[in-house]
Nanobody, 124 residues
């Protein structure tokens, strides 16, 4: 079992920044790829960013590339999502997730454990 707890969401104006955190417990954090996903009302959950076990490889959705940065601190069992230049279309519930086997991917179905989500709202 893996427990994930996200934090750092909130209300921000267009162009602002937020940093999301996801604290993990229950397994050896550094053994697993991690991902961030988001889900807006009435839409399917979508990929945002992912990071490899050691943090050397990252992937981003085209919609956030250049604005968001995923990172991890294995000593703290935490993965981060720095979000800059936020837009109203970034408004969603953001989830972190663990992939128990293999490299990070963009597929929701590849991830095994999920956090409860944190709301990000960007006002225009």
């Amino acid at each position: 079992q893996v427990q994930l707890v996200e934090s750092g969401g909130g209300l921000v104006q267009t162009g602002g920044s937020l940093r999301l955190s996801c604290a993990a417990s229950g397994r050896t954090f550094s053994n697993y790829a991690m991902g961030w996903f988001r889900q807006a009302p009435g839409k399917e959950r979508e990929f945002v960013a992912a990071i490899s076990r050691a943090g050397y490889t990252t992937y981003y959705a085209d919609s956030v590339k250049g604005r968001f940065t995923i990172s991890r601190d294995n000593a703290k069992n935490t993965v981060y999502l720095q979000m800059n230049s936020l837009k109203p279309e970034d408004t969603a519930v953001y989830y972190c997730a663990v992939r128990l086997g293999g490299r990070p991917t963009r597929l929701v179905s590849d991830y095994n454990y999920w956090g409860q989500g944190t709301q990000v709202t960007v006002s225009s």
